[in-house]
């Protein structure tokens, strides 16, 4: 079938949930979905949007509620400052806020605005891009996300983090899998020439890319933290089949940055190629327990 088929096809939505997930992953992959025998990683990921439902994640995959979890298990002191949420962009109070902060929609992916100076800043236009955001659904409008499905639409505003001497601070993201990190992703300078790379847990880099992002060449400096991370994602990773857990480090302090479940969609391969089942041979799938359809408790 032509590929311009399944980009037309994978947007009905009146279609079983499982087709819809074949044909967006066909027009993405070029591959063919196996929900019965998923083999690589975008492939258990895929089932995990269909079958594990369990209500933590609602509460795991908002970046709001997510800071009581982050609290209870690690500690308030690694939560980024927070100067207000809200459920309204009129409610937003723009004149309480310092010169520099960051907007996020709690509901979603790339729901940011990050404000560098409030004297620039076009309040109007804010609000407006706001608004959009609490029409955004990202369970129906992307791929059938569960954890975002019952997400409650708000808007948090939070301290702008910066490191001396660059642009944009750099994201440690550990992929957790059964509870234990595997390897991290670093994401480099992500306001101008967005890199990245991978590094396993002894530090040493990875041979695999993503297959949408520039790859960094050059080594990446271990942050004098990251046995802390590290440490902490095996905590907030416990128990749960897959959890990507980001943080950032900031002259050596720990910052949780967000909890995610389906990266990218599950739309971007890895490179090269066999990469894909060695990632998705570390994630064991969890069974449906007999009688139900789907998983809604962590065994």
Known sequence: MPRIIYRILKNFKFLPNATVLKLRYKYYTGKKLHLKNPIEFNEKIQWLKLYYHVPLLTQLACKYESRAYVKEKIGAQYLNELYGVYDAPDKVEFDKFPEQFVLKGVHGSSLNIIVKDKATLD??????????????????????????????????CEKYLEEPGKDAISDYKFFCFNGVPKFIQIDIDRSAEHMRCYYDMEWKKLPFKSIDMAFLEEDVVKPSNFEEMKKFAIILADKLPFVRVDFYAIKGVTYYGELTFYPKDCKKEFTPEKYNKIIGDYLELPKIPKGQKVITSIS
């Open 123 to 156: 309040v109007a236009d804010v609000k407006l891009k706001m608004q959009k955001w609490m029409q955004h659904c990202q369970y129906s409008r992307v791929g059938y996300e569960w954890a975002y499905k019952n997400i409650k639409p708000r808007i948090i």
